[in-house]
């Protein structure tokens, strides 16, 4: 079976230009998680889909973050402008469960994409 | 808001020998989850329970959930270079609450 697939895995961009990273999750897994990693601390989640729609995007820095899963399969996440803060992993999982008892699901984690932000 | 704290932030070992690794946290959680998470690569579920009090092996790994549901702990038995390796807990306080990560033990266990 097919892991999470994410690209770039690396890309390093000037502070206010736009960056764009893609997931693809394991086939048939209804929810869709972006996480940010900033180096020495634990993932924190950006943002929660269910199919092609939003659960949970409370901690999602909407002026400058946008993510979509158009068609219920991959997903784009999206930085413009992108600032020095930003500079993180960017991991992408996903799970097979509905997503409403979230603390038991288990969540298959992609790669991630490192982001430097200079 | 929910915190997870995990002790101690770093550790290097010799191989063979056993060490605990803690999590904890002033609310109570509905599940605690323990990942590892190798350099590169994206976190990897270990376990997860639900029960106060309950514990569980993989192999050399024992992992017990506090009998509030406020901490958890994880021990491993004569660890392997193999064992090397970020370790996350993650925990929801309910089933409705989106899942929150620790900082991470980071594990090095030298040859």
């Known amino acids: 079976e097919a892991g999470v697939a994410q690209s770039p895995r690396y890309k390093i961009i000037e502070k206010r230009q736009s960056v764009a990273f893609w997931c693809n999750p394991i086939?048939?897994?209804?929810?869709l998680y972006w996480y940010q990693q900033i180096l020495g601390q634990g993932p924190k989640l950006l943002i929660q889909?269910?199919?092609?729609?939003?659960?949970?995007d409370s901690q999602l820095p909407k002026d400058r973050f946008s993510a979509e899963r158009l068609k219920g399969v991959d997903s784009t996440l999206k930085i413009q402008p992108a600032k020095l803060e930003d500079s993180a992993v960017y991991l992408c999982?996903?799970?097979?469960?509905?997503?409403?008892?979230?603390?038991?699901?288990?969540?298959?984690f992609g790669p991630g994409t490192r982001l430097l932000v200079l | 808001t929910q915190l997870l704290e995990q002790s101690p932030q770093f550790l290097s070992i010799q191989e063979g020998e056993n060490l605990t690794v803690y999590c904890n946290s002033s609310?109570?959680?509905?599940?605690l989850q323990w990942y590892r998470q190798e350099p590169g690569e994206g976190p990897v579920l270990l376990v997860t329970?639900?029960?106060?009090?309950e514990v569980k092996k993989l192999k050399r790994l024992t992992f017990q959930f506090g009998d509030a549901r406020k901490d958890s702990s994880l021990h491993i038995t004569a660890a392997q270079p193999g064992d090397t390796g970020l370790y996350l807990c993650?925990?929801?306080?309910?089933?409705?609450?989106?899942?929150?990560f620790g900082p991470g033990t980071s594990l090095s266990v030298i040859p």
């Open positions: 999982a996903s799970s097979f469960l509905a997503g409403f008892n979230r603390g038991q699901e288990t969540q298959y």
């Open positions: 086939s048939g897994h209804a929810t």
């Open positions: 889909f269910q199919n092609n729609g939003v659960v949970d």
């Open positions: 609310s109570v959680f509905s599940s």
């Open positions: 329970v639900v029960t106060g009090g």
């Open positions: 993650a925990g929801a306080e309910t089933s409705y609450d989106k899942v929150i």
